[in-house]
């Protein structure tokens, strides 16, 4: 219902009460501590591999060779929230690349051939996707809650994990390259990652935030402009909407842990998509 009126919106906008009180039923029915986090395999049912598929919003899963590719090697996971009143359905995804060192490229982490890493070789745990399954839980999302919880999760599981990096998109990069006439100032790798690290850190949102919705959420909880690397994505919708450069988000485990223990276990977190 929340979906269907969130298309209305611009159109209707006298909904907007009834979209306020719809966002504050579900952000009751849907608090954190309903949730249950699950790791999705290979070896979990289809429908569910189905979903994840056709809801992936980052790097679109062509087939399902390379769905597998995401799931069953050993150094590759994916986590997803559950509701109990809705166990089949994934609410919000991030899947995650271990790795020795943390990579500057989507092209590295999801080659066609590749060794995957034993546990003890790999260092760093690489957040590359983050999806939201369902639309009508926009505003109402948990992606910051998911990634703390997957960070304190493969900490414990696996010690010798001591990174926790995104590869993130840039998504209104070009659009802003564009509105300050920098198309063409932009043309190299290095000006290009300069570009993106003065517009990750200083274009601002009317509200003061960051400009970026995927910055606004990373450096709104607890993490920090790591690295940014031209060419880490060579699709056209990399190309098209950021110029092919994306960002590490790095994430201190100290201040993950530090917020976990004085977050409020009624509040909830909001998440633009990624």
């Keep these: 219902m929340r979906r269907d009126l969130l298309a209305q919106l611009k159109t209707m906008p006298e909904l907007a009460r009834t979209n306020f009180d719809l966002t504050h039923l579900l952000k009751s029915c849907f608090n954190r501590g309903f949730l249950v986090l699950r790791r999705i395999t290979w070896d979990s049912p289809a429908s569910i591999l189905g979903k994840i598929t056709a809801y992936e919003a980052v790097h679109e899963n062509q087939t399902w060779g390379d769905l597998r590719r995401r799931l069953q090697p050993e150094d590759r996971r994916c986590f997803a929230f559950f509701h109990p009143g809705m166990p089949d359905d994934p609410l919000f995804f991030v899947e995650v690349a271990l790795t020795k060192g943390g990579p500057g490229s989507i092209q590295k982490v999801m080659p066609d051939n590749r060794q995957p890493l034993s546990d003890t070789e790999a260092d760093a745990a690489v957040f590359y996707s983050i999806s939201n399954y369902q639309a009508g839980l926009a505003s109402i999302s948990f992606g910051n809650s998911l990634i703390k919880q997957v960070v304190r999760d493969l900490s414990s ?102 917020n976990m223990r004085t977050m409020h276990p009624t509040e909830t977190w909001q998440h633009p998509q990624q």
Excluded at 179 to 192: A, P, R
Excluded at 201 to 227: C, E, I, Q, T, Y
């Design 157 to 258: 599981d696996l010690p010798n994990i001591k990174t926790f990096v995104t590869l993130s998109p840039i998504p209104g990069f070009a659009r802003w390259l564009k509105e300050q006439s920098l198309t063409e100032v932009g043309s190299s790798d290095d000006t290009l990652a300069k570009l993106a690290a003065y517009y990750l850190l200083n274009a601002k949102h009317r509200s003061g935030k960051p400009l970026d919705p995927a910055a606004r959420f990373h450096l709104g909880n607890s993490a920090m402009v790591h690295l940014v690397h031209p060419q880490a994505d060579l699709s056209e919708n990399g190309i098209s909407q950021f110029n092919g450069v994306m960002v590490n988000y790095l994430y201190d485990l100290t201040k993950i842990f530090q």
